[in-house]
């Protein structure tokens, strides 16, 4: 049971950059999906979050901005970032729920469940 995300890289503010995450071993359909990230020096966050059925669920920082969506033939999850901003730089992380439907609540995706983790993707949002 794997998770590969890619795709981060240095980006000028304002730009864009689309994040990967593919699962080998198991099949991603039955769970939710979510994009976690980790800033220097900070706790990690629930970015966005997909169900099984493809209800998303976005942190009130990236409305508007990121869209996520899944590829269930890909075994893939994507995470699609536009208009990135120097406070978006951090370690994007995919990471399985043991449910199929996003937890939350209180206008916070709740990761705490979260089981199976990828290995991380540096996302750089700099002049």
């Known amino acids: 049971v794997q998770l590969q995300a890619s795709g981060g890289g240095l980006v000028q503010p304002g730009g864009s950059l689309r994040l990967s995450c593919a699962g080998s071993?198991?099949?991603?359909?039955?769970?939710?999906i979510g994009w976690v990230r980790q800033a220097p020096g900070k706790e990690r966050e629930g970015v966005s979050c997909?169900?099984?059925?493809?209800?998303?669920y976005y942190a009130d920082s990236v409305k508007g901005r990121f869209t996520i969506s899944r590829d269930n033939a890909k075994n893939t999850v994507y995470l699609e970032m536009n208009s990135l901003k120097p406070e978006d730089t951090a370690v994007y992380y995919c990471a399985t729920d043991t449910l199929s439907n996003c937890r939350v609540a209180g206008g916070s995706i709740h990761i705490a469940m979260y089981d199976h983790w990828g290995q991380g993707t540096l996302v750089t949002v700099s002049s």
């Open positions: 997909i169900s099984s059925s493809a209800g998303t």
């Open positions: 071993g198991f099949t991603l359909d039955y769970y939710a």
